[in-house]
């Protein structure tokens, strides 16, 4: 292999390194939007996401026995509630409710 080959192959493999390293970057900010959009919830965050936060900064009694119902999932790490965002937003569309007169 000529000099002058060996410089165009080091050359095109440069190029392609350079295209992996911007699609890699890409990917890398593609899923740290996603980790952030599954970030955790802890059960005061998703009361206060349903504006049902009580006064004392604690979550009504209500979410505690959806979770133990079965109707509301969550994860438990270090003995402490946590929720998916995807899981809280399924749980308010099944509890959604029509108002009365059919609008």
Do not use: C
């Not at 009504?60 to 438990?76: H, K, Q, T």
């Amino acid at each position: 292999m000529s000099t002058a080959t060996a410089l165009l192959a080091i050359e095109h493999n440069l190029q392609l390194i350079e295209e992996l390293n911007a699609e890699n970057r890409r990917m890398l900010g593609e899923l740290a939007s996603v980790a952030e959009d599954e970030k955790l919830l802890t059960i005061v965050e998703v009361a206060d996401r349903f504006g049902v936060l009580l006064p004392s900064g604690r979550a009504p009694n209500s979410l505690y026995r959806a979770v133990r119902r079965g109707e509301l999932r969550a994860v438990v790490i270090s003995g402490r509630l946590r929720f998916r965002p995807g899981d809280v937003h399924a749980w308010l569309a099944a509890h959604e409710r029509r108002p009365l007169g059919g609008t």
